[in-house]
């Protein structure tokens, strides 16, 4: 089954790069989502990663550009600089600034710790850091007690019965919903559940994505629909393309 390209995510590398359209690389639409070999596939979650993380980041931004990956600002970016340090320090200072700034500043402390375990859990799971951490900013705008209108909890804005489903199936400890206040916590479950996501829609960002956001059975109604959901994966490239232009003014 094809599906077809919207113009979100197109339009967001294009918004990004607004002042040289060349530098995003989108000269034309395509005509069908673009996927590439499944991360997931090449890396076992519960052992030691046969890629590095330098490896597993390019191979994951790939999956999620596709044919427009090399032109794009993250594909020069990942291109031109293989060392993950700078990509790292950016995780490691973004969490420090924005948890300076919540609650008194009670997360600073544990925001070296915060940005470790991101690192760990999207090598784990075959994930580019700097897409964890934009479904993060989207998310909770990196609030660890952030309460979402429908009980959702934390950086991820996780469920608890859904963390509850998570912890079962993937061998995670959950102790109740005070667990997912606890950002590090918070983050195992919500790597987790993306990588289940992600394989339940055969590694289509654009659909696991979306999943992650309305849940699975309103993707399908979507696609039933012909229909392909758009506002939250957008939403998400937004932020994951512009970390690489932030991180592109620091480094190139």
Do not use: C
């Not at 032109?71 to 020069?76: A, D, E």
């Not at 850091?129 to 909890?153: H, K, Q």
């Amino acid at each position: 089954m094809k599906y077809t390209f919207y113009t979100g995510i197109v339009a967001a590398l294009v918004q990004a790069n607004a002042a040289n359209a060349q530098v995003a690389g989108i000269t034309e639409m395509p005509k069908t989502l673009p996927v590439s070999a499944p991360v997931a596939e090449q890396i076992e979650p519960n052992s030691k990663p046969t890629m590095n993380e330098y490896q597993i980041r390019l191979a994951h931004a790939k999956e999620l550009l596709g044919k427009y990956f090399d032109k794009s600002i993250v594909g020069k970016s990942v291109k031109k600089n293989p060392a993950v340090a700078a990509y790292d320090t950016y995780i490691k200072d973004s969490f420090e600034k924005a948890f300076k700034k919540k609650h008194g500043g009670r997360f600073a402390k544990v925001a070296g710790e915060v940005a470790k375990t991101l690192v760990e859990e999207s090598v784990r799971y075959g994930f580019d850091p700097l897409f964890l951490m934009a479904v993060i900013e989207n998310e909770s705008s990196f609030n660890p007690l952030v309460r979402g209108t429908s009980g959702e909890i934390g950086l991820m804005q996780i469920l608890p019965d859904t963390a509850a489903w998570i912890a079962k199936n993937s061998g995670l400890p959950y102790a109740g919903a005070k667990t997912l206040e606890d950002p590090v916590q918070n983050i195992r479950l919500g790597a987790a559940y993306i990588a289940y996501l992600r394989e339940k829609f055969d590694s289509h960002g654009q659909l696991y994505l979306a999943a992650y956001n309305m849940g699975s059975g309103n993707v399908k109604r979507y696609l039933a629909s012909k229909t392909m959901p758009k506002v939250y994966p957008t939403r998400v490239m937004k932020r994951y393309v512009r970390f690489y232009t932030e991180i592109s003014s620091r480094t190139l």
